[in-house]
């Protein structure tokens, strides 16, 4: 009786391609996730989802009537690069459950 070389190899492709599946559903899910950071004392919010999409900016108007570009343009930087932090880090934690909580490499 000779074992079959390639029979592990098909459990593995089994599970690699059941695990493509959950992680696509992961994301998924993700995506409809949103995410909230604001800066300046709540003078502008950026919201993003679990896709690393922005979906919404808030500016309070009397940022706009004090006519400081600059600021606004600092603001909006400083709410967006923290909404994407935040919404990388919902996505991590989205592909724990997936991992076991093992950090792969290339999976956020």
Do not use: C, W, Y
Request: proline share 3%.
């Amino acid at each position: 009786m000779s074992k079959n070389p390639f029979a592990n190899m098909g459990n593995l492709l089994k599970q690699a391609q059941e695990m493509q599946s959950k992680m696509g559903k992961i994301q998924e899910e993700a995506a409809t996730k949103t995410v909230e950071a604001s800066t300046g004392g709540g003078m502008v919010t950026v919201q993003a989802n679990g896709a690393m999409q922005i979906t919404n900016i808030t500016i309070d108007p009397e940022v706009l009537k004090s006519g400081d570009a600059d600021m606004l343009k600092d603001l909006l930087i400083a709410a967006t690069n923290e909404a994407l932090r935040k919404a990388k880090e919902l996505m991590a934690d989205e592909m724990k459950s997936l991992t076991g909580g093992m950090g792969i490499p290339g999976m956020f």
